[in-house]
């Protein structure tokens, strides 16, 4: 197959690869990886998949290396990278939130807030963004990269540091708070520049990021299906969130109708006993895999 013809994406390998992984399967792709290889096989001809740490990812898209990559918002900055953004994609290792980066010190440091750090050492893997976040609000310290194990820099090889957060475990666990949130990230989906400009190249990543945002718009979802008698069609149909109109289908035995609807999951289990006390029967769950708008 010809060059132009293949699309070179840029998975992230590390903490993000297994739930990207998992959202591509959601998307209708199945990647292979092997334990020795950087090169995943993609059921898909037309695309070329490398996988790369997602702090160098952008480096690599800018400079055409690779046509696009998923990414987060951090690393893009980080690197000042000149690229295209194409959609943000709400997933993290370990859930659909963004994820923070934060400075934070010893539960018992005197250093209260972003001033405090004038002449202190700061440890941390995102070293670029951080000085220029200190110079921005006046505050010269020494920024040192942290090649692993942040947490377990201060007191004694560093004053604060500079971390990535979901849920502040970590950093609760080797007694540290937190003074500033200095950015939120999440993943985003981004192309070269150039490659964007190929229609071909466009239009394939633009029917990934459709089918890749799909999936994750099923992630917080579920379909339910349910019989209801004419007689009770009313009372079920208040019971239902007024955002949500379900599709209606009369059945073979007369009087009764099949409702479909697509819900949140978390009011579910709220809602089920309503759906059942309301004259529903035959309640069925299902999972989804895309949502399409």
């Keep these: 197959m010809p060059k132009s013809r293949t699309l070179r994406?840029?998975?992230?390998?590390?903490?993000?690869q297994e739930s990207t992984l998992k959202l591509f399967r959601k998307?209708?792709?199945?990647?292979?990886?092997?334990?020795?290889?950087?090169?995943?096989?993609?059921?898909?001809?037309?695309?070329?998949?490398?996988?790369?740490?997602?702090?160098?990812?952008?480096?690599?898209?800018?400079?055409?290396?690779?046509?696009?990559?998923?990414?987060?918002?951090?690393?893009?900055?980080?690197?000042?990278?000149?690229?295209?953004?194409?959609?943000?994609?709400?997933?993290?290792?370990?859930?659909?939130?963004?994820?923070?980066?934060?400075?934070?010190?010893?539960?018992?440091?005197?250093i209260k807030k972003i001033k405090d750090l004038n002449n202190k050492r700061i440890s941390t893997e995102l070293v670029a963004y951080t000085k220029r976040f200190l110079k921005n609000k006046g505050v010269k310290a020494d920024v040192e990269f942290s090649w692993g194990a942040t947490e377990v820099k201060p007191p004694h090889l560093a004053d604060a540091i500079?971390?990535?957060?979901?849920?502040?475990?970590?950093?609760?666990?080797?007694?540290?708070?937190?003074?500033?949130?200095?950015?939120?990230?999440?993943?985003?989906?981004?192309?070269?520049?150039a490659s964007w400009k190929d229609a071909w190249k466009k239009r394939k990543m633009e029917n990934l990021v459709l089918l890749l945002q799909g999936a994750l718009a099923a992630e917080e979802k579920v379909g339910?299906?349910?019989?209801?008698?004419?007689?009770?069609?009313?009372?079920?149909?208040?019971?239902?969130p007024a955002?949500?109109?379900?599709?209606?289908?009369?059945?073979t035995a007369k009087g009764w109708y099949d409702l479909d609807i697509v819900i949140d999951e978390k009011v579910v289990r709220e809602l089920i006993p309503e759906l059942k006390r309301a004259g529903a029967t035959g309640i069925v769950e299902y999972p989804l895999n895309k949502v399409i708008p």
């Design 9 to 16: 994406i840029g998975l992230p390998k590390g903490s993000l």
């Design 27 to 110: 998307a209708g792709f199945h990647i292979s990886v092997s334990s020795r290889s950087y090169y995943p096989a993609v059921d898909d001809p037309e695309i070329e998949a490398m996988l790369i740490r997602a702090q160098e990812m952008a480096g690599y898209v800018e400079k055409g290396i690779l046509d696009c990559g998923l990414t987060g918002l951090d690393w893009i900055l980080e690197q000042d990278a000149d690229v295209r953004q194409v959609a943000e994609l709400k997933y993290a290792k370990e859930g659909l939130k963004p994820v923070r980066w934060v400075i934070a010190v010893p539960n018992d440091s005197p």
């Design 162 to 193: 500079v971390e990535l957060t979901e849920t502040g475990t970590s950093l609760r666990a080797n007694n540290l708070r937190v003074i500033e949130t200095m950015m939120e990230s999440s993943t985003r989906f981004i192309s070269n520049k």
């Design 224 to 240: 339910l299906k349910m019989n209801v008698p004419e007689k009770n069609l009313k009372a079920v149909l208040k019971t239902i």
């Design 243 to 251: 955002m949500h109109s379900p599709t209606i289908s009369p059945l």
